[in-house]
């Protein structure tokens, strides 16, 4: 994509030349997640948007500019490919590619708004959210320019919206959870069932990442919330557990029938030991994991925390995995560990009298793992 300034008496506009998009329509389509054999294709250099011919969207495809659309839409896709691949320093396998591009598969999908694998490049999504984003693409259809070359190029102008669904971002997120690095790290089981109850710092990560990184010029929705909206959401859960207060009501000691109510703060074990957050039982885990996320990201570094993160810190601290799921005060130390080097600075304070992080004495005296990692307990 490139970019140029063109001016006139009463404003400057933005002209964006992309790759026009190829379109076909197959019959004998192979399926990666979920879809039927007849099916619609646009490719771009790196997607493979496929829209099932069962997702009832010809009213979009038969559009006469939606070619045009459908360009910038994959447009957005690549960004947001490119920026999960710079920071986190690599991309997920492309063995299930179509024709060497990352597939999205557009489908009505079984109990799903989206499907997509941990490190294997691809996803799925419902037909309901490539409408609202082909809707929602606004620009000045009448100029626009198309130069035919040994590829052929659009140009539009005066682009006014590009808006992202959360769908995207979240299923696009799960391929660059790694398997064999980002979870063995970071990942521990619940109190509810410490055999198959685990991932939510994953789904924390997933929830939220995408929605972080996206460039600034493409907005962002989830069932009418913007980006800002989104992300106060969850740093909402992360104050509550910071600043809330829970009662525990016990019996007196002169008398075994009456009962006193004592307050105080959550502690880490009673919020992140559980699926379901203490204040609202239809808020899991993964909701406090992305309100930390968005603090940290805020706060230490945006986009280099994120590298750090992913290029750094995990490298570093898989000679430190826990020795099982329930092992989970060695991932909690991770965690920690991790937001430091992404911070490129000690957040001891932060973690122990803010977060009330279960850092014991002997793992916080113990300065030959933080030096190891560039850091020092000053």
Not at 94 to 111: D, H, I, T
Not at 126 to 131: E, L, Y
Not at 169 to 188: A, G, H, K, S
Not at 205 to 230: A, S, W
């Amino acid at each position: 994509m490139s970019t140029s300034s063109s001016s006139s008496s009463s404003s400057t506009s933005l002209a964006v030349s992309i790759p026009l998009v190829e379109k076909r329509s197959i019959t004998n389509y192979q399926s990666f997640i979920y879809c039927s054999k007849q099916v619609t294709i646009f490719l771009s250099s790196r997607i493979a948007l496929i829209i099932d011919k069962e997702a009832k969207l010809d009213d979009i495809l038969n559009q006469a500019d939606s070619l045009y659309k459908f360009t910038l839409l994959l447009c957005m896709l690549e960004q947001l490919v490119q920026q999960f691949t710079a920071l986190t320093g690599k991309h997920p396998s492309l063995k299930n590619s179509y024709e060497g591009r990352m597939r999205v598969e557009v489908a009505f999908l079984p109990n799903a708004a989206g499907l997509a694998h941990h490190g294997i490049a691809g996803i799925a999504i419902g037909p309901a959210f490539v409408k609202g984003m082909y809707d929602n693409i606004v620009y000045d259809a009448k100029q626009i320019e198309i130069i035919k070359q040994n590829i052929t190029y659009i140009t539009y102008y005066n682009i006014q919206t590009l808006t992202m669904d959360h769908v995207c971002t979240y299923e696009t997120m799960r391929n660059y959870i790694f398997p064999d690095e980002f979870t063995p790290v970071f990942d521990y089981s619940l109190l509810e069932d410490p055999i198959n109850c685990w991932g939510w710092v994953n789904q924390g990560f997933v929830n939220l990442l995408g929605c972080l990184i996206l460039p600034n010029h493409i907005n962002f929705t989830y069932y009418g919330h913007t980006k800002e909206g989104f992300i106060n959401m969850m740093v909402q859960h992360l104050d509550k557990y910071i600043n809330g207060k829970k009662e525990t009501r016990q019996s007196s000691s002169s008398s075994s029938s009456s009962l006193s109510t004592s307050v105080s703060s959550y502690t880490w074990e009673d919020v992140f030991l559980h699926e379901r957050l203490p204040w609202d039982n239809n808020v899991s885990l993964d909701n406090i994991y992305s309100g930390l996320l968005a603090i940290l990201y805020q706060n230490y570094g945006a986009n280099y925390f994120i590298y750090r993160w992913f290029t750094k810190a995990i490298p570093l601290l898989l000679q430190r995995c826990p020795k099982s799921k329930q092992d989970y005060r060695t991932a909690a130390e991770n965690f920690y560990l991790a937001s430091c080097i992404g911070a490129n600075q000690n957040l001891q304070d932060y973690f122990i009298q803010t977060l009330r992080w279960p850092l014991s004495k002997e793992f916080l005296q113990n300065n030959l793992v933080l030096t190891l990692l560039g850091i020092t307990n000053d």
